[in-house]
């Protein structure tokens, strides 16, 4: 069977845990839904994570879990055409991608929302493209870690520093995507995630 989607699966070291991800394109706004679910059982059946417990029934809004008590997560982000899942066995994770153009981080309110004093002061010091690849980062790793904590937007930007490495300012692309980890230990692990080394595209990713 032919999937509507182009899709590339790796995996990062977050401590002594893995997150195993998956990020594509999909066609059909209308199999957005079924498309993630699948990929996530996808990703714990090919690399033999846990036997899948299937889906808790959610309340909308709320991010979805794995049926009973596992210590396994996951985590799903759509922007544009662009779809990100993450699966954890032993820690909890959340993941966000962002699709350019990022003209939307051109508004002064927005970037006043999202950011600490300091991240807005460092901003302000870039060119306009330079600013909305970093503040796409910005909102990309943070979004990804409130997540993580299940807090969603419900949390203020404001109150905490996105990762260190969205300053390390990254060439331009169309898409900026962010996973990260809370450990069973409390420690957070964030990483920005790009295309694995010699992967072929079509399209810009």
């Known amino acids: 069977m ?3 989607y182009e899709a590339i ?4 070291r977050c401590g002594d845990s893995v997150v195993h991800y998956r990020m594509g394109r999909w066609t059909d706004a209308g199999q957005r839904h079924d498309l993630a679910r699948q990929w996530v059982r ?3 059946d090919a690399n033999a994570l846990f036997s899948w417990p299937g889906l808790a029934t959610t309340v909308p809004g709320t991010k979805p879990t794995f049926d009973g008590s596992s210590a396994a997560d996951f985590s799903i982000s759509h922007s ?3 779809l990100l899942v993450a699966v954890c066995a032993d820690g909890a994770v959340g993941a966000d991608v962002e699709a350019g153009p990022f003209e939307t981080f051109d508004h002064v309110p927005l970037m006043r929302r999202m950011c600490t004093p300091a991240e807005l ?3 302000l010091t870039l060119t306009p493209e330079q600013r909305r690849g970093y503040l ?3 909102w990309t790793a943070k979004e990804s870690r409130v997540k993580c904590s299940g807090l969603g937007l419900a949390d203020d930007f404001r109150g905490f520093d996105a990762d260190p490495a969205t300053r ?3 060439h331009p692309t169309h898409f900026r995507a962010w996973v990260t980890l809370r450990d069973n230990g409390g420690h957070l692990h964030a990483h920005r995630l790009t295309c694995p080394p010699g992967q072929t595209r079509q399209g810009p990713i």
């Open 42 to 44: 996808d990703l714990v």
């Open 168 to 170: 390390v300012l990254q």
């Open 2 to 4: 032919t999937r509507p």
């Open 121 to 123: 002061a460092f901003a």
């Open 136 to 138: 796409a980062d910005v």
């Open 9 to 12: 699966g790796s995996a990062v």
């Open 80 to 82: 544009g055409d662009l």
